[in-house]
């Protein structure tokens, strides 16, 4: 008897073990980390209503609006773990009007990161989801500051709003541009899709090293110029509004390259 209950103490003091042991190595415990978005436009802060800025054609424009979405975000460790955030738990609306939603506060199991991924936009599924399990910045019916299509049923994934003399009277007589971009893949029917996937090497600018009595923070610069000049030239002398259209497109390849990362805080 005494000899079953030693081998069963044994078995159980193993299990622990195990348990224990995977905790450390942080496939269980669950730490903060925070993604920090740094509007800029080029080598100046973003200063909404007062700034002036010029692409490289040589359009000056001021920024009055700046929103976008931001969602399903995973981080790799250096060991090849690949962490995805709970979608529920994954969808942020930047604003830079708003300090305060600068940050994407998530989540994940302690460890050394050393990669970065996440969506510009809201992905089909939550588009098409029950209206009940769009809480949050994604509720059509508030909380998300004009960024849901009524017309169309969707999200707007980023809007960039501003005034520019480069942008003819003839099309806005108070010179305004405006960028509402968005558009899932269709719901019935293929169609646009301007989500983009963007990708991030922490290694350069330094690892996210998570652990569970610290904060790491993720300090991302978001460069705004580069919706002008990135693999597309968007010139506001010619597409001042761009909205659910077929140049929008051009748009969304531009502010997939805004993003690069500054340092990390550990």
């Given at each position: 008897?005494?000899?079953?209950?030693?081998?069963?103490?044994?078995?159980?003091?193993?299990?622990?073990?195990?348990?224990?042991?995977?905790?450390?190595?942080?496939?269980?415990?669950?730490?903060?980390?925070?993604?920090?978005?740094?509007?800029?436009?080029?080598?100046?802060?973003?200063?909404?209503?007062?700034?002036?800025?010029?692409?490289?054609?040589?359009?000056?424009?001021?920024?009055?609006?700046?929103?976008?979405?931001?969602?399903?975000?995973?981080?790799?460790?250096?060991?090849?773990?690949?962490?995805?955030?709970?979608?529920?738990?994954?969808?942020?609306?930047?604003?830079?009007?708003?300090?305060?939603?600068?940050?994407?506060?998530?989540?994940?199991?302690?460890?050394?990161?050393?990669?970065?991924?996440?969506?510009?936009?809201?992905?089909?599924?939550?588009?098409?989801m029950d209206i009940a399990r769009r809480t949050g910045v994604l509720d059509p019916a508030g909380g998300m500051e004009g960024?849901?299509?009524d017309w169309n049923s969707g999200y707007i994934f980023f809007k960039m709003e501003g005034t520019s003399f480069a942008v003819?009277?003839?099309?806005?007589?108070?010179?305004?541009?405006?960028?509402?971009?968005?558009?899932?893949?269709?719901?019935?029917?293929?169609?646009?899709?301007?989500?983009?996937?963007?990708?991030?090497?922490?290694?350069?600018?330094?690892?996210?090293?998570?652990?569970?009595?610290?904060?790491?923070?993720?300090?991302?610069?978001?460069?705004?110029?580069?919706?002008?000049?990135?693999?597309?030239?968007?010139?506001?002398?010619?597409?001042?509004?761009?909205?659910?259209?077929?140049?929008?497109?051009?748009?969304a390849n531009n502010y997939a390259t805004m993003f690069r990362h500054d340092h990390t805080e550990n």
């Open positions: 008897m005494k000899k079953c209950f030693s081998m069963i103490a044994a078995t159980a003091l193993l299990i622990f073990s195990i348990i224990g042991c995977s905790r450390k190595n942080g496939q269980d415990t669950l730490a903060p980390l925070s993604i920090e978005f740094d509007n800029i436009a080029g080598d100046q802060n973003l200063q909404l209503g007062t700034g002036v800025y010029k692409n490289t054609a040589g359009e000056t424009y001021s920024v009055d609006v700046l929103q976008y979405y931001i969602s399903n975000i995973s981080l790799t460790r250096t060991d090849g773990f690949t962490y995805t955030v709970p979608q529920d738990s994954s969808y942020f609306l930047i604003r830079e009007q708003d300090a305060q939603t600068r940050f994407a506060n998530v989540r994940v199991p302690e460890g050394e990161y050393n990669r970065l991924a996440f969506m510009v936009g809201v992905d089909s599924l939550r588009n098409t960024m849901y299509w003819p009277a003839t099309i806005d007589a108070k010179q305004r541009f405006r960028f509402h971009i968005g558009g899932f893949g269709g719901y019935t029917a293929p169609s646009i899709n301007n989500s983009r996937i963007v990708s991030i090497d922490l290694t350069a600018a330094g690892t996210a090293i998570v652990k569970e009595d610290t904060h790491s923070n993720i300090h991302l610069m978001v460069d705004v110029t580069k919706v002008f000049d990135g693999p597309s030239q968007v010139r506001l002398m010619n597409h001042s509004q761009v909205m659910f259209s077929d140049y929008s497109i051009n748009i």
